[in-house]
């Protein structure tokens, strides 16, 4: 049966995970991620309201860890990786520090961004991640990336991830027009959790054949079932791997499912936009427990062994919350330079312009000349 959200809703419980040809560390490890982010997740969740500290708005995970998990074990330091507003999954799966994503959503200056950007655009350039809240935009810079490092022969990968609502714009068919043409060592992962916002993917789209309509544009692409984290984890390494080695640009389209409000903690479901007996299909089939159930079954896991692993998480959270809280404000003195770079002497000098007071865009560049 081709895969779809249609025909995944008509399926029951998956019984195909294996773990196989995978090394029992690495499958654990898995575990150990997907339970990292999970946790993580519902801890940012609950204490969101009604604390009120957190002063963004917060696109979460929960449901979709198997992804950013299998990322987390095949990303290089060096490697670049491009993402969404729903950023904290591709965040964890760079590596890039935790304590450093609670200060930014806290508005802190030791966030990841100094508390600038808060969730949906957070940055850490020092472990190469950046995300940012226009649809496609990121995929778009991530091909600027790729051809850099094609051009300069590097070695290195960019990976894009994103949800199917991205490939409505029309940026994401330049991204694999151009790709596709110049071979990029780029690597698109479309996490297709059936939603954007409120709305069905064929309520957007003719239909639901993301993989089918990139080929013709030079791009291998394989779809995959989201929440069955070996085969996630498999069928990434086996992209990345011929990417490196100068065969790309490669999709992976994973379906998945967004278990929470599309934005923040609210319960949005009053807008009657999810399929009857979905959410319990996809509840059903958490990644977690997919996982968790074979794991058992090999006597990889058990009970204590899960007990040390929450506690280990727990204290993890707790001090990262620790580390958030007690961190100070950004100060406003350095407003200056919070945008822009030393090497950009336009902004500098609107920005020059605008302190001074009377700044009028339409007169901008008769003031300023031109730049
Ligand atoms: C260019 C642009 N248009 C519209 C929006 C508003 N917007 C924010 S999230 C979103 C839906 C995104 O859906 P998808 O890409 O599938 O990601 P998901 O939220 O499902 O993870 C939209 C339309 C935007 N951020 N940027
Ligand atoms: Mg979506």
Same mark, same amino acid.
């Given at each position: 049966?081709?895969?779809?959200?249609?025909?995944?809703? #008509?399926?029951?419980?998956?019984?195909?995970?294996?773990?196989?040809?995978?090394?029992?560390?690495?499958?654990?490890?898995?575990?150990?991620?997907?339970?990292?982010?999970?946790?993580?997740?519902?801890?940012?969740?609950?204490?969101?309201?009604?604390?009120?500290?957190?002063?963004?708005? %917060?696109?979460?995970?929960?449901?979709?860890?198997?992804?950013? @998990?299998?990322?987390?074990?095949?990303?290089?330091?060096?490697?670049?990786?491009?993402?969404?507003?729903?950023?904290?999954?591709? &965040?964890?799966? /760079?590596?890039?520090?935790?304590?450093?994503?609670?200060?930014?959503?806290?508005?802190?200056?030791?966030?990841?961004?100094? $508390?600038?950007?808060?969730?949906?655009?957070?940055?850490?350039?020092?472990?190469?991640?950046?995300?940012?809240?226009? #649809?496609?935009?990121?995929?778009?810079?991530?091909? $600027?990336? @790729?051809?850099?490092?094609?051009?300069?022969?590097?070695?290195?990968?960019?990976?894009?991830?994103?949800?199917?609502?991205?490939?409505?714009?029309?940026?994401?068919?330049?991204?694999?027009?151009?790709?596709?043409?110049?071979?990029?060592?780029?690597?698109?992962?479309?996490?297709?959790?059936?939603?954007?916002?409120?709305?069905?993917?064929?309520?957007?789209?003719?239909?639901?054949?993301?993989?089918?309509?990139?080929?013709?544009?030079?791009?291998?692409?394989?779809?995959?079932?989201?929440?069955?984290?070996?085969?996630?984890?498999?069928?990434?390494?086996?992209?990345? /791997?011929?990417?490196?080695? $100068?065969?790309?640009?490669?999709?992976?389209?994973?379906?998945? &499912?967004?278990?929470?409000?599309?934005?923040?903690?609210?319960?949005?479901?009053?807008?009657?936009?999810?399929?009857?007996?979905?959410?319990?299909?996809?509840?059903?089939?958490?990644? %977690?427990?997919?996982?968790?159930?074979?794991?058992?079954?090999?006597?990889?896991?058990?009970d204590a062994a899960k007990a040390d692993l929450e506690r280990e998480i727990a204290l993890e959270i707790a001090a990262n919350f620790k580390f958030a809280k007690?961190?100070?404000?950004?100060?406003?003195?350095?407003?200056?330079?919070?945008?822009?770079?030393?090497?950009?002497?336009?902004?500098?000098? #609107?920005?020059?312009? @605008?302190?001074?007071? $009377?700044?009028?865009?339409?007169?901008?560049?008769? /003031? #300023?000349?031109?730049?």
């Open positions: 049966m081709e895969l779809s959200h249609r025909t995944l809703s #008509l399926s029951g419980h998956y019984r195909e995970l294996t773990l196989r040809d995978l090394e029992p560390a690495v499958a654990l490890q898995l575990f150990r991620q997907m339970l990292r982010l999970r946790r993580m997740e519902e801890a940012l969740l609950a204490e969101y309201h009604p604390a009120e500290e957190m002063r963004c708005p %917060i696109h979460f995970c929960i449901g979709q860890e198997a992804i950013p @998990a299998a990322l987390s074990g095949l990303l290089k330091a060096d490697d670049f990786l491009f993402s969404h507003h729903r950023s904290h999954g591709y &965040y964890f799966a /760079k590596g890039a520090p935790l304590k450093e994503l609670f200060a930014e959503i806290y508005g802190r200056s030791t966030g990841a961004d100094a $508390g600038n950007a808060g969730s949906q655009d957070i940055s850490h350039s020092g472990s190469h991640f950046y995300s940012g809240a226009i #649809l496609s935009g990121a995929v778009s810079i991530s091909v $600027g990336a @790729a051809l850099g490092f094609q051009l300069r022969k590097t070695g290195q990968i960019a990976v894009a991830g994103f949800g199917e609502g991205a490939t409505d714009e029309g940026a994401f068919w330049e991204a694999m027009n151009f790709s596709g043409k110049r071979r990029l060592p780029l690597l698109f992962v479309v996490e297709n959790n059936r939603y954007a916002t409120f709305s069905d993917q064929l309520k957007r789209q003719a239909d639901d054949n993301i993989c089918e309509r990139v080929r013709p544009f030079g791009v291998r692409a394989t779809k995959i079932f989201g929440n069955d984290a070996p085969l996630a984890h498999r069928t990434l390494e086996a992209e990345m /791997k011929r990417l490196r080695e $100068g065969d790309g640009p490669a999709l992976v389209e994973a379906y998945t &499912y967004r278990w929470n409000s599309h934005v923040g903690p609210e319960d949005d479901s009053s807008n009657n936009y999810r399929a009857p007996g979905e959410m319990e299909f996809w509840k059903d089939n958490c990644p %977690i427990v997919l996982l968790e159930e074979r794991l058992r079954e090999r006597g990889m896991l058990d007690e961190s100070p404000f950004p100060t406003v003195k350095d407003w200056h330079r919070m945008n822009f770079e030393d090497a950009s002497p336009m902004a500098d000098r #609107l920005l020059g312009t @605008a302190s001074r007071g $009377g700044f009028d865009p339409d007169q901008a560049e008769s /003031k #300023l000349g031109p730049y």
